[in-house]
């Protein structure tokens, strides 16, 4: 299949099972997100989303221990699922390989799923775990959220990041979904399952430098390319449907406005060096170190080719 290039990007138009084989991308992977389809009978076009769940799981280990493999000492991955799988997730990361870091809580600010039997779901999982026991690169951000009702005093300095994320909007199809979910000339949502560029800004900052290669197996829209591109990261991206590839390649030809991520660089204004680690730092002054970063990622394109 035809590989396409835009600046530090790679997308595949590929399989990811087939793709990701340890001869064929030799870059290591710094970190990888991880949003497949979570086999609950969504319509997609080229995936069977309702498999025998031994079957999907089977293939979730699959993709775990390959991605395993191609990730360089002290990498990270960040493994998106639906709570009532949190089992299986750590189960398939423990087997593969991978030490477990954080369970991250993603409570979406979008109302909650109702229950008549159980509590209305209001969260999604994700799991943060590191090839080895120490991760290479982690960056505490700090942020500062409103005060919660009853605070008198500012915070002086923000907080920590902590694993509970409940400042993140999902894209959702309503009122909700605001400018930054791709929709047709009819209004009709072009990827069902956008992952917000926020969340994506939290994972690679934390887990990524500049230059550090970010891999998305199950690419979709291609919200981590159209990010990692923005801070300065190398990126591949694996996609299977032909629709969803072309989405990708229009979003990373020309930025939108609703895809640019430095409208939130004010909510991490608390963490120390900052624009260091957004890729910020000599954005329009080209420094020795930036033109070596720039000949380490063509090398990099190029072995690709
Ligand atoms: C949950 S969506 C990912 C959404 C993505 N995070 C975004 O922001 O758009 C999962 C994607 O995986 C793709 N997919 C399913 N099976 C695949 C496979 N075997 N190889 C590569 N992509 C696959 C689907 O077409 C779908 O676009």
Known sequence: MANSFKKN??????????????????????????????????????????????????????????????TAEGGAIYFMQREKNTEFVLRCLHDTGWTFQNLIIWKKKTSAIPGSKRFGKHYQIITFATKGKTPRI??????????????????????????????????????????????????????KQQSPTQLLLRIILSSTNPGDVVLDPFAGSGTTLVVAEQLKRRSIGIELDSHNVAVIQNRLAEQRKSDDVSRFFKDYACTPDLETIWGARGLNRKSASSAETDSKQMAFLESNQ
Not at 42 to 61: E, G, I, S, T, V
Not at 150 to 165: C, I, L, P, Q, S
Request: hydrophobic share 35%; net charge negative; glycine share 6%.
């Open 9 to 70: 990007c790679i997308v595949l138009h590929e399989n990811c099972t087939t793709a990701l084989d340890s001869r064929r991308v030799e870059s290591k992977i710094d970190l990888s997100f991880l949003d497949p389809p979570f086999n609950q009978d969504k319509a997609y076009n080229m995936w069977n989303d309702n498999l025998p769940p031994a079957k999907y799981w089977r293939w979730m280990h699959e993709i775990c221990a390959k991605v395993y493999a191609l």
């Open 138 to 191: 982690f960056h505490r951000l700090r942020i500062d959220p409103p005060l919660p009702v009853g605070y008198k005093h500012a915070r002086e300095n923000g907080m920590f990041v902590t694993d509970v994320w409940d400042d993140i909007r999902e894209l959702t199809a309503g009122y909700f979904a605001g400018d930054e979910a791709l929709r047709d000339g009819e209004g009709n949502r072009l990827h």
